[in-house]
């Protein structure tokens, strides 16, 4: 039986068998159920349907009842986890860090889109006399906007580690997205952009991917930038770890067994999933700290 549960923040999508069996009882006690945390995004009607059909294919699976819990917001999601109404959630990168803070969330897997990581870069044109972040000084830059991980949070941190912040530029442009501060480079707008790369040689960059004309030149990256993690409530790991590593295999399994790699694109926003760490997520953890950044509604 399918149920829905409407949550004053969240809500509930709800899939249960009356006989559920767990794989590993014989050397474990299992949940009565399994909540996993997402976060909405795009079409709702979609996400309710492939909540749907991803608790009924993990149930399958697991043989423990599966809920997925839509929270409206990441600050929901980590109160979600806190209060125990979750056993699982996926988290960006930087609410990861507050959940493993205040939620005792502990890190299974990644995503992967192209690559396991994606980097933060600066460029500027390849004849431009710009070598280093320090002449970036009295220069016009772009950046995408004030929430961008790689096109603003972390070239701030290595910008303020050199002295240098939003005073120091003689403009600082937000353009809205990464494609549109390529495009001001292109028109000669601006002297550097920063941007994303998905690999580390910058041949899969932001301006690569966007077709640009000019040749540029990356004179600061970031550290690997690993991609949102997939994690579980503490707790359940240390009651549940066998039951804890199923679930992660059998979400592997479905991903990367789908003939169709957008269905649950909505929920998951992947094509398949990796085994990840704490430690991954270090420059994460030193860019939030650096910029004091707050977990908001």
Not at 25 to 38: D, F, Q, R
Not at 90 to 97: K, Q
């Amino acid at each position: 039986m399918i149920k829905q549960t409407l949550l004053a923040l969240a809500s509930v999508l709800f899939f249960s068998s009356a006989q559920a069996q767990t794989l590993v009882a014989a050397v474990e006690k299992a949940p009565s159920e399994i909540t996993i945390g997402v976060i909405p995004g795009g079409n709702p009607e979609i996400l309710r349907e492939q909540g749907l059909a991803l608790a009924k294919e993990l149930q399958a699976k697991i043989n423990i009842p599966v809920n997925i819990y839509v929270s409206k917001n990441y600050a929901g999601l980590v109160e979600a986890m806190k209060t125990k109404k979750v056993d699982f959630a996926f988290f960006s990168s930087s609410t990861y860090v507050h959940a493993e803070e205040q939620a005792q969330a502990k890190v299974l897997l990644k995503k992967v889109w192209n690559h396991p990581y994606y980097y933060a870069t600066v460029i500027v044109p390849v004849k431009s006399k710009i070598k280093k972040l320090e002449d970036l000084k009295g220069k016009t830059i772009a950046f995408v906007d004030e929430q961008s991980s790689s096109g603003y949070l972390y070239p701030k941190v290595a910008l303020q580690k050199k002295g240098l912040n939003d005073k120091s530029f003689k403009e600082v442009i937000f353009s809205g997205n990464h494609s549109a501060s390529v495009q001001l480079l292109e028109a000669h707008k601006v002297d550097a952009a920063a941007v994303f790369s998905d690999d580390e040689q910058g041949k899969e960059g932001a301006w690569i991917q966007f077709g640009a004309k000019q040749k540029y030149r990356i004179i600061w990256k970031s550290a690997p930038i690993p991609n949102d993690p997939f994690c579980v409530r503490q707790d359940f790991y240390d009651e549940y770890p066998k039951i804890t590593h199923t679930l992660m295999f059998a979400l592997i399994d479905i991903l990367d067994q789908a003939t169709d790699k957008k269905i649950y694109s909505e929920i998951l926003g992947t094509q398949t999933l990796m085994p990840a760490t704490s430690k991954q997520y270090d420059p994460v953890k030193e860019m939030v700290k650096a910029l004091n950044i707050e977990l908001k509604p």
